[in-house]
């Protein structure tokens, strides 16, 4: 029967992720019933804290993109890529790094990838390179992110064991730039030289595929002007990750109830979904934003598209791993305890199929706890969750290869060898040795 159910559940998640949107959610909800009804498993509890984490940070992040606080941040970013063309490599990774570590999802770089292109095709860099490595950087970053559902999830399943969310920023975010920094030497050597590419010598002996190239320089010379309570919303939103960084590292900050006799503070789950759900209401007030504007808003919907999909396909797996933890201990326990770094295999196949770092941390990670691997280990293991790059449907990687104009960034004949793979392989092996030495010495 274990194996049926895993074949019932690998099948629902693949139905699921062709279905894209809200189809892993419905079809995880399927599988439950399916499990529930067919097998008799009995359900367990829903994924209530990283929803609700998921909705306080999109709400937040909606708000500053309703005010025109997104824009803004887009439009520095745009500066500092434009001004150093010949690093277009380097810095783009690192600037969609920064805006997803910031913001907690990697949506935020659809604005920053047609800029990151169009300057490396006016420098004639192969946007091929800078375009590769900087939809994985994004992806790394939420696995650093301190507000990214994912990292939260994360946080409240090594709680119990002593550890904090400053345990996995200090280990994660050292540990994804070094990976992204690797990743952007492996793309800075990917394909050929644009110049010597045939098929785009061949496409600039159109006169208007040039012209559509190239573009206008007199677009990029105008000032943008934005509005003080754009402004504004970036200061209270980054005031809002400060806060949740300081609150994680100083426990003592948050407020203390009495639990089972002793008093306790608040957790972090619950301080982040406070702090997040206020920036929001700061927002709105401060820069006089309608509330409507922040619901109608491509941030919001994809963060209530996120809920459902956690939702149905966490609370399948999970259901699916604590009926069957026995055999899972009793088959995998000694030899994981013994080659831990075996389970992050396990993350990044399962992320593979699920298509969501925070779906992966909370449907797998339970499993890597019950089998006695170390927190370390895992918090070490935690960017391997980052293997949504594998199958070329994501969003931001269709995203990336729809702005490319020169077409140097696509898929390879085999659909997994495409341009994300090298860049994308090398960042998170080299991320999760990395984070495995950083851990044997912070932590």
Known sequence: MVWIQLAVLILLILVGARMKGIGLGVMGAVGLLIFALGFGLKPTTPPIDVMLIILSVVTAAAALQAAGGMDYMVSIAEKILRRNPNHITWLGPLVTYSFTLVAGTAHIIYSLLPIIAEVATKKRVRPERPLSISVIAAHLAITASPISAATVALTSLIAPKGYELTDILIVAIPATIIGVLAGALVASRQGKELMKDPEFLERLKDPEFVRLLDGDPADHTKEKIFSTAAKRSVYVFLLAVISVVLFAAIPSLRPSFLTDGKMQPLRMVEMIELLMLTAAAAI??????????????????????????????????????????????????????????????????????????????????????????????????????????????????????????TGTTKIGRFLINHSFTPPGLTAVIVTIATGFLLAAVLL
């Open 284 to 405: 709105i007030l401060v820069t006089k934003t309608p509330a409507a504007k922040v619901s109608q808003s491509t941030i919001f919907r994809s963060g209530g598209e996120a809920v459902v999909c956690i939702f149905g396909v966490a609370w399948m797996s999970d259901t699916y791993l604590q009926a069957h933890m026995p055999f899972f201990e009793s088959h995998l326990s000694d030899f994981v305890t013994v080659h831990p770094w075996t389970f992050a295999i396990a993350l990044f196949v399962m992320s593979i199929l699920l298509f969501s770092q925070a779906a992966t941390v909370r449907a797998l990670m339970p499993l890597g706890i019950s089998l006695g691997i170390p927190a370390p280990a895992l918090i070490a293991m935690f960017p391997a969750v980052n293997g949504d790059f594998v199958i070329p449907s994501y969003p931001t990687l269709v995203a990336a290869m729809g702005f490319d104009r």
